[in-house]
């Protein structure tokens, strides 16, 4: 009998990619992937643990689940209800007792034993609960990808953290940092490809730090494997997050000014522009330093676009501090960013630090970021309009005709074309830019990037946010 599974994932793209690996492991065991809770034998909530809002998530949708579960009362009809991710990991305990329904509660690192989970939570009645932090890699022993979900895939590269900023959970849900060998990783690259991915997003907590160890003992940082991802005949496009400032090294900046496949576009998580609140976070760079190496950056690749992260309201921040954040964000221009009011995690240092900021303030601080932010976000766009680029139309649009697409710069962009052209590089002109998105036509002119013109554009755009 096949089984149907359902996996709701949240938080970042590595629960996503986590996801693809649970369905690759279940699958030789009879389940396959259904779009809908309400008939799935093994319901799994693949979930994220990284500000309070998105942990409570969880604890109302298992509410909702229950009342599903408990409609399905059969043996054959049983509904297993498993919570994942970082929220199993760090509370595990507390799950089980306000939602002592749960069947499973299981961590990040231990993926690959979700079969003999499945088939405990199957034979006992009470909660199978396994939050390990295994010695064995669980990448070591899941089975090869096999579930491609259209032709831009994540991969991840890396995984955990030991950088302990003072705000965040990661080191605590999902280890100490360790990069997967090169060898594994090449080997998932090319049979993604073969399978019909052009473009790749390499996935890490602390990606650029990558350094992974070869059979001989070396060791091949992010910039080399980048490289040698370049050579995969049919790999058209390769990104990677997240990144931290204070890693960037001089390979990797190197690969984005010679590797035509990497896209000029990263995402570099700053936090905050004043210095005194970055030690605070224990972050290890300065603002100075985060200016020094977007500089070299664009050096590398005059055309690189920025994205970041921010967080308003650290424990004393003051508006000092905040007017630095805002004047670091004027001056470097980002064209795409996610901010948030800084959320106390439970166990992390920053929680029990006596100067936590009013929320009224974090409020205020965050809507004037975010206009910030957003108005940089709609120049560049516009910036962007009466450009070709080349783009990976990846599926189809919500408006009948229309194909989706991300530029190199990460903009979805929305075309009439046929579906003939999903999956492929296909060049396009830019006719109209919106808040989040680009429109565009298919472009009769030659092929090729008009990235000279861009950058003046986004030089003027600078100019005129300044
Ligand atoms: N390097 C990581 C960053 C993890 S968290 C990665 O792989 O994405 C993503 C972002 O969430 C952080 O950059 C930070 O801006 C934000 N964040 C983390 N902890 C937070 C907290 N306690 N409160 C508010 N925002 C937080
Ligand atoms: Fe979190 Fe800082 Fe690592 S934000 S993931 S502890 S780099």
């Not at 050096?299 to 003051?318: C, H, K, M, N, Q």
């Not at 001056?331 to 900021?357: D, L």
């Not at 450009?387 to 649009?397: A, K, S, T």
């Not at 697409?405 to 296909?426: F, T």
């Amino acid at each position: 009998m096949t089984k149907k599974l359902f996996i709701k994932s949240y938080g970042c793209q590595m629960n996503v990619y986590d996801a693809q690996r649970m369905t690759d492991v279940l699958k030789p065991i009879g389940y396959t992937v259904t779009e809908n809770a309400d008939d799935a034998h093994l319901v799994i909530l693949n979930t994220c643990h990284i500000r309070e809002k998105a942990a409570e998530k969880v604890y109302s949708e298992l509410g909702r689940l229950n009342l599903l579960k408990n409609k399905r009362v059969g043996e054959a009809d049983r509904m297993i209800l498993a919570v994942g991710g970082c929220v199993a990991q760090a509370e595990g305990a507390e799950i089980v007792r306000r939602a002592p329904y749960v069947d499973m509660v299981f961590g990040p690192q231990t993926y690959h034993r979700l079969p003999e989970m499945v088939a405990r939570a199957h034979r006992d009645a009470g909660v199978v609960l396994d939050t390990d932090f295994p010695a064995e890699s669980k990448f070591d022993h899941l089975p090869e990808q096999t579930t491609v979900q259209g032709y831009a895939a994540f991969l991840t590269v890396q995984e955990g953290c030991d950088k302990f900023c003072a705000f965040c959970v990661v080191p605590y849900t999902r280890g100490a940092e360790f990069s997967r060998p090169p060898q594994q990783i090449m080997e998932e690259a090319a049979r993604l490809v073969d399978k019909g991915v052009r473009e790749i997003t390499l996935l890490g907590q602390n990606v650029n730090n990558y350094h992974g160890a070869r059979d001989d003992g070396s060791e091949w940082s992010l910039g080399r494997l980048i490289r040698e991802l370049a050579q995969i005949d049919g790999l058209s496009g390769i990104r990677y997050t997240t990144s931290y400032p204070a890693d960037m090294n001089d390979e990797l900046i190197n690969a984005h000014r010679d590797v035509d496949q990497l896209m000029p576009f990263l995402h570099l998580p700053v936090q905050s522009g004043s210095d005194r609140i970055l030690k605070a976070m224990n972050r290890r760079h300065s603002s100075d330093d985060y200016r020094a190496i977007v500089g070299r950056l664009r050096d590398a690749r005059p055309d690189l676009a920025l994205s970041s992260d921010f967080i308003v309201g650290f424990p004393g921040e003051s508006d000092k501090d905040f007017a630095a954040t805002m004047d670091l964000v004027r001056e470097i221009g980002f064209v795409q960013a996610y901010s948030f009011k800084y959320s106390p995690r439970p166990g992390t240092p920053a929680a029990a630090n006596e100067y936590q900021v009013a929320e009224s303030v974090k409020t205020e601080r965050l809507a004037a970021l975010q206009d910030l932010l957003n108005e940089q976000q709609l120049a560049f766009n516009h910036a962007c309009v009466g450009q070709q680029m080349n783009i990976l139309l990846e599926r189809p649009g919500r408006k009948p005709g229309q194909l989706v697409g991300r530029s190199p710069y990460m903009q979805a962009v929305h075309v009439n074309a046929p579906d003939s052209l999903i999956g492929e590089v296909v060049a396009l002109a830019i006719t109209d830019a919106h808040g989040n998105s680009l429109s565009a036509e298919l472009a009769t002119a030659p092929d090729g990037q008009n990235v000279k013109g861009l950058m003046r554009q986004s030089k003027t755009q600078k100019r005129a946010i300044a």
